[in-house]
């Protein structure tokens, strides 16, 4: 019985209390397949496009949206009708016309362009905070699980320090003793949510390495390197791919509002939360200046959220077989 | 003999099942669980419902307390037919068509039940005795002191050996056979006319299944208590049921006694059945071969046409495949559904 | 059980020790502020003397560190060079307290809508009610804080001019803070919470008090809400430490004198005994209510409790 905290569906009460069963035959006299399988209809092997079009129409929404997003990020410059670092004294704080679709800001750049590019710088820094800070966590998970003793003792306790320790607050520290620099930014959220990965990796070793495959491994002799990148690292992959959907929209978060804040991304360079915060002070005047950043933002959490659930669930199901 | 039939009980069985079918619709088609099956139960008798894994039985016990599904009919679930229960004050309840007021008047107090797993089927978080003291405390009315007093008698009859430290005591410090034998309890606490057994021994180790089975017996020596016992497992007909109801793919194939389906058993699943039990042979003695019926059960997404069993059957014939064999009764209380039946009386 | 507290209390001690001594020495990396600003011209040779003298900053940092602990243990903690000369612990004092005003509001308010919001969304999980109160949680989830505070400013203030934006005078200041800091709260018990509750609601155990004739009421609040808020205890506890975090933006937004206000600005003007203690106080926080929210668990989940 999984108590793992997913969101998932509930089981189906109706498939409960279906009879456990043997799946049926093709033919009245085939072979025994034994096993217990719950009692489907024959269903052919669907097409990829007949899988797509089976979703939820909210995950396929959200899909939609992401390749939308996705695209704009990495054809920014053919996707932003203007420049977005051009000032243009003339037409500040214009409200939306057909030149400029969403208006533009306090000093005249177009705001869907900045924001465009906003998106852009975004989400590349939360992805970069995600990459590294999965290969730091797992890294040192597997460190501690396979290696053991003082080196998982030291590496729990920098985890359970971290775990102390609100991420934003040492990103905070660090920024007051490092200056607010975008770069600094970048460092710090590479390290950002490292642990969350530490820690569930390292559990996973533990139970891995109890596994007969692994222990004939060691047995024979393979190094311990080898143990971690032939055995190891395949098995971690569902956890791993699972911990980092969810790690994502809150490293977006963190990035956001600390640019928000002023502490992040520094002007001309734009990212989403800086431009709702540099809007803030002309919410009356220009508020699409806020808005339309803020509005890709919840957009963009909303998906993470309707598709973190849904690969959940994916995954779920194959670990309850 | 096991337990007592009382004489004339055909004419008002305490639980009758008229055509009873059930299905569910799944999101890959509807799964026909349970279809036109016929049984009855008379005052005080106990009547085994056996059959292979998901040939019905347990949906059509779980129909007859309407628990399709954790909070009671799923919503996939269809049911046709009728399930009247007559408890033996004149009153019939057609348990199909009843509210889910009037059933939980019925649950617990009339008709009780005891499920396959044990570990799972108590809630953890409250103390054994006090699950069990609820039903008195809902159904009679007690008051707590009442309802403890009585709990602790209660566990004591069904054999538990401390039951003040029992009373207190949580599910999970409880072995699986404790835990059973609480269930019991709980289950027989308002003397219901009809008790339900889903299995409860196919999920204990061998040795305490004795002392379970045994307790069954007890029970049915000192109450009145119909019983209706699902299980798999032919040689537990042997030892309590005074009669059996043999089900294949949603269908009762035979009903009888026990004596009269174990001795001539006129299904060929049934002659099937009791051919693939092994049985103890003495030293010297050659051991009996052990024949398995060929093939496995249905899809039940996907019966076969006709006969459910023909693909299976050794002597099925055309008309086996082409229509459903009509029920016969050959005599009171005796019922099969094949065509041949009575050409193949004594075949086996 | 008394043993399995003093070991963890014991670890959370060394934590905090050890959040206090990183912090320490990492603010120090990069010197003191008044170097800055005497390279920068604003000093006098004389000046920079006399600051670093006050403020502690001209020994060797060991010997300040080892003076910092021994302030600590007779409860000083430095003074703020922002403000000047004012106590640490004095101003941290007065902003926990007006943080205290806000938090004492989100956390019942958080647990109150929150739980029945997911009730609901289980029970009528495949309605449109289920689905509604679900759709309102998620507000708090997929709108950042300080999304959701601008917004409640552009709506309740700019446009309505129903509330104030800055400050903490009057109680009409409250609300606006209180709303976007239990947003967050709301969403996340109120998830939790239908998940427990669907995954309750699915078990055999269920079906046995069906089965025993309870009515539906008893069998949902009864037997299946007991064993369902088991898991929502321990979101609980983060939430304290997202409460935290929260304040700091919403105090900043809405300009209330907070203990989170207090940080940032502190962060911002390299006060760094004031950064200091901020953080120690965090961790102490943070570390505090994971282990009550252990010890509640082990209480209210009597399978835990023969463990312990």
Redesign the interface.
């Known amino acids: 019985m999984a108590s793992q905290q997913t969101e998932g569906e509930s089981r189906d009460q109706g498939e409960r209390a279906t009879p456990d069963n043997g799946h049926g035959a093709d033919l009245p006299f085939a072979a025994d397949q034994g096993g217990m399988a719950p009692a489907r209809a024959r269903v052919a092997k669907k097409s990829f496009a007949a899988k797509v079009a089976d979703l939820r129409p909210s995950v396929k929404l959200c899909l939609g949206v992401v390749i939308v997003l996705t695209f704009a990020t990495m054809f920014a410059e053919w996707v932003a009708p203007h420049d977005p670092y051009q000032p243009n004294l003339m037409q500040r704080n214009r409200p939306p016309s057909a030149h400029h679709l969403l208006g533009t800001d306090q000093v005249g750049r177009d705001i869907l362009s900045r924001t465009i590019y906003a998106l852009r710088t975004s989400v590349g820094i939360a992805l970069i905070g995600v990459f590294c800070g999965t290969f730091i966590g797992t890294t040192l998970g597997i460190a501690a699980g396979l290696l053991g003793g003082w080196t998982d003792r030291i590496i729990s306790g920098v985890i359970d320090f971290f775990y102390a320790v609100p991420t934003i607050l040492i990103m905070l520290v660090g920024i007051s003793v490092l200056g607010t620099k975008t770069w600094v930014l970048i460092l710090l959220i590479s390290f950002a949510r490292w642990y969350s990965t530490a820690r569930l990796v390292r559990g996973q070793v533990f139970s891995l390495r109890e596994l007969p495959s692994v222990e004939a491994a060691i047995g024979l002799g393979s190094t311990r390197r080898r143990v971690a990148v032939k055995h190891i690292l395949p098995n971690l992959t569902s956890i791993i791919v699972v911990d980092m959907t969810l790690k994502a929209p809150a490293i977006l978060l963190l990035e956001s509002t600390l640019s928000f804040l002023g502490l992040g991304v520094q002007p001309p360079l734009a990212s989403l939360g800086a431009m709702v915060g540099a809007g803030r002070d002309y919410l009356i005047s220009a508020p699409l200046v806020a808005l339309s950043p803020a509005l890709v933002i919840v957009t963009i959490f909303v998906c993470f959220q309707v598709l973190g659930d849904w690969v959940r669930d994916v995954s779920d199901v194959r670990h309850s077989d | 003999m096991n337990g007592e039939s009382s004489a004339g009980a055909s004419t008002t069985p305490v639980l009758e099942v008229r055509n009873l079918s059930v299905k ?3 999101d ?2 509807t ?1 026909l ?1 349970v279809n036109e099956a016929c049984f009855h139960i008379d005052r005080g008798e106990t009547v085994c419902l056996v059959g292979e ?7 059509a016990a ?1 129909s007859v ?1 309407q ?6 009919v ?4 269809r049911q046709q037919g009728d399930i009247i229960l007559r408890p033996g004050d004149g009153r019939e309840y057609h348990i199909l068509s009843l509210p ?2 009037e059933l ?6 009339l008709i ?2 005891i ?1 396959q ?1 044990p570990m ?7 103390t054994c005795g006090n699950q069990v003291a ?2 008195l405390m ?2 009679a009315r007690k008051s707590r002191r009442e309802a403890m007093a009585a709990t602790e008698d209660l566990l004591k009859s069904v054999g538990i050996p401390d039951p003040r430290r029992v009373l207190k005591s ?1 599910p ?2 409880l072995s699986g056979g404790m835990k059973q034998r609480v ?1 019991i309890a ?1 289950a027989l606490a308002l003397h219901p006319v009809l008790l339900i057994a889903d299995e409860p021994t196919t999920a204990i180790d061998v040795t305490i299944q004795a002392q379970i089975l045994n307790l069954f017996k007890q029970i049915q020596r000192s109450s009145g208590t119909s019983i209706l016992f699902i299980t798999h497992d032919v040689s537990v007909v042997a030892q309590l049921a005074d009669r059996v109801v043999v089900m294949y793919a949603g269908r009762t194939v035979e009903t009888g006694s026990v004596r009269d389906v174990f001795c001539r058993p006129l299904h060929p699943y049934t002659k099937g059945l009791l051919k693939s039990i092994p049985k103890p042979f003495k030293v010297g003695e050659k051991p009996q071969h052990l024949i398995p019926i ?9 019966l ?1 046409s006709g006969c459910p069993f023909h ?2 059957c050794v002597w099925a014939q055309e008309r086996c495949r082409a229509c459903i064999p009509q029920v016969t009764t050959p005599d009171t209380g005796r019922a099969v559904m094949c065509w041949r039946w009575e050409e193949l009386q004594g075949v086996s | 059980m008394l043993q399995f507290i003093m070991r963890r209390g014991l670890k959370a001690f060394a934590t905090m020790f050890l959040v206090l001594t990183v912090v320490f020495f990492f603010t120090r990396l990069t010197g003191n502020p008044f170097e800055r600003e005497s390279m920068m011209g604003n000093l006098t040779p004389e000046m920079l003397q006399e600051l670093q003298a006050y403020y502690g900053l001209d020994k060797p940092v060991w010997v300040q560190y080892v003076h910092y602990l021994d302030g600590l243990m007779r409860g000083y903690a430095g003074r703020s060079v922002h403000r000047v000369g004012q106590l640490v612990t004095e101003a941290y004092g007065l902003a926990l307290m007006k943080t205290g005003k806000l938090a004492i509001w989100c956390v019942p308010l958080g647990l109150i809508v929150g739980i029945p919001l997911g009730i609901v969304g289980a029970l009528r999980k495949d309605r449109a009610i289920g689905q509604a109160a679900m759709a309102a949680a998620f507000v708090g989830y997929a709108f950042p804080n300080f999304i959701v505070a601008i917004g409640l400013i552009l709506i309740f203030s700019f446009t309505l001019g129903w509330l104030p934006s800055m400050g903490d005078a009057t109680a009409a200041h409250y609300i606006m803070p209180i709303l976007t800091l239990s947003a967050a709260q709301i969403a996340s018990i109120a998830r939790s919470t239908r998940s427990s509750m669907l995954d309750v609601l699915s078990q055999d155990y269920i079906r046995t008090a069906r089965g025993k004739g309870m009515p539906r009421r008893t069998v949902t609040f009864k037997h299946a809400l007991r064993n369902a808020l088991i898991p929502v205890v321990t979101i609980f506890g983060t939430q304290v430490a997202s409460l935290l975090t929260g304040s700091m933006i919403v105090e900043t937004i809405f300009a209330w004198p907070g203990f989170g206000h207090l940080l940032i600005t502190s962060v911002q003007r390299r006060d760094y005994a004031v950064v200091q203690f901020g953080v120690l106080i965090t961790a102490a926080i943070v570390v505090t209510s994971n282990l009550l929210v252990d010890i509640a668990y082990s209480l209210i989940d009597p399978r835990i409790r023969s463990e312990a």
């Open positions: 569910f619709v799944t890959s088609g799964v669980a894994t998901g040939a019905g039985k347990s949906v779980f307390l628990l399709l599904g954790a909070g009671g799923s919503r996939r679930a889910e007021h939980e008047r019925i649950r617990g107090r009780s039940m499920y797993e799972t089927s108590l809630n953890p978080v409250y609820e039903v809902h159904h949580y999970h410090e269930m709980m060929p093939g496995t059960i249905p899809n039940p997404a996907d076969p693909p299976r």
